[in-house]
């Protein structure tokens, strides 16, 4: 019973990581990016690639970050900036990249399971149940997350102007905040 608790909550932790994403870009572009689980599944596979060639995980990690901000930005300056003014055409240019870099995904890896070794092995003793020590190190990176996007929002100057812009883009437009500068550092 304590694995399925356990489960769960690693489970909801990975998604809240996924969620709060979204939910960034979301609020500051008011667009719903169809394509966010694309450029996780690039930021993957750049860490498959990075494990491929036996690099070190304190290099894999931020290679992964980087290979899907970049689509992210890329995605952001050449689709979407074009598009704030017509949310559901946003939609369906997201939606429709979402299917292009899955299939070019699939062009490039093939269709089987590809597997990479967790940077972190082995299992904890905890409450009598023996439990991946990687899957509880999953809970803490998404409570650092959580209080990281906490501190950014309200305490940063970048975050600020995030917060204006999800409030009101006008007004914070007509107070010198760049939008465009926050679109495009929030979609990457």
């Not at 019973?1 to 489960?7: G, I």
């Not at 990075?50 to 689709?79: M, Y």
């Not at 062009?107 to 990479?116: D, I, N, S, Y």
Request: glycine share 10%; net charge positive; charged share 10%.
């Amino acid at each position: 019973m304590l694995t399925v608790a356990l489960d769960a909550v690693t489970t909801a932790a990975m998604l809240f990581i996924i969620a709060a994403g979204l939910l960034i870009v979301f609020g500051v572009m008011k667009i719903i990016n169809f394509a966010h689980a694309a450029f996780l599944t690039v930021g993957a596979y750049a860490a498959l690639v990075g494990a491929q060639l036996s690099l070190p995980w304190f290099l894999i990690l931020p290679l992964a970050f980087v290979a899907g901000a970049i689509c992210g930005g890329v995605t952001e300056i050449v689709i979407v900036r074009r598009l704030y003014k017509r949310p559901l055409d946003a939609i369906l240019a997201t939606w429709g990249l979402g299917i292009v870099l899955g299939q070019l995904i699939t062009l490039m890896f093939g269709r089987e399971v590809q597997f990479v070794q967790a940077p972190i092995s082995g299992t904890v003793h905890l409450f009598g149940v023996d439990y991946s020590a990687y899957r509880l190190v999953m809970i803490v990176a998404a409570v650092m997350v959580g209080l990281l996007f906490t501190g950014l929002l309200n305490g940063t100057r970048l975050g600020l102007s995030t917060k204006a812009v999800i409030m009101n883009e006008m007004l914070a437009q007509g107070l010198g905040v760049d939008s465009s500068r926050v679109r495009l550092i929030t979609f990457a």
